[in-house]
């Protein structure tokens, strides 16, 4: 039987997950730690934005007891550290913009709005995966290599929260 000759089932999930896994692919540019303070709390504040969106997103849905109790948990620890992100840029005399989803970040709600049932659960917990990595990458980077000392401050409190959020992922 020629490899092509996939049975119908399974070339719909490959057609089905081949959009979805190009759009959590972060770009290139994603990964990369925000290096000046305005980046960094214009991505902090769409990373928290995210988490909170997708988190209420699901909470609407699912009947999964650990995904209700993290999806709760994110929305409480995302509504902090913007808070505290807002917070320090407000006294080193920085704009604060209220926080946008990124172009992928918008892909990825809309992606969870579709979704349903136990696919939405699945969908989320793979897109926390991702968007965990991305916030770690993010808050690590500036604590190390930012431009104002009371974000550095606030980032360096932050990964350790969301080092904590990957670890919960890892048993979902």
Do not use: C, W
């Amino acid at each position: 039987m020629p490899k092509l000759m996939l049975g119908t089932t399974a070339m719909l999930l490959s057609l089905a997950a081949t959009p979805l896994m190009a759009q959590m692919r972060p770009p290139a540019a994603a990964g990369a730690p925000a290096t000046t303070a305005p980046a960094y709390v214009a991505k902090a504040g769409a990373s928290d934005l995210y988490e909170r969106t997708s988190s209420q997103l699901v909470l609407q849905s699912t009947n999964n007891a650990k995904i209700r109790q993290f999806a709760t948990m994110m929305i409480r620890d995302h509504t902090k550290s913007t808070a505290d992100v807002k917070r320090a840029a407000t006294a080193a005399r920085l704009r604060v913009p209220p926080p946008a989803l990124e172009p992928p970040q918008a892909q990825m709600v809309a992606e969870l709005r579709r979704a349903t049932g136990p696919a939405r659960d699945r969908l989320y917990v793979q897109q926390q995966r991702m968007a965990h990595r991305q916030a770690l990458a993010l808050h690590s980077g500036y604590a190390q290599g930012g431009d104002v000392a009371s974000l550095k401050t606030v980032a360096a409190a932050t990964a350790p929260v969301v080092q904590h959020h990957i670890e919960m992922l890892q048993g979902m």
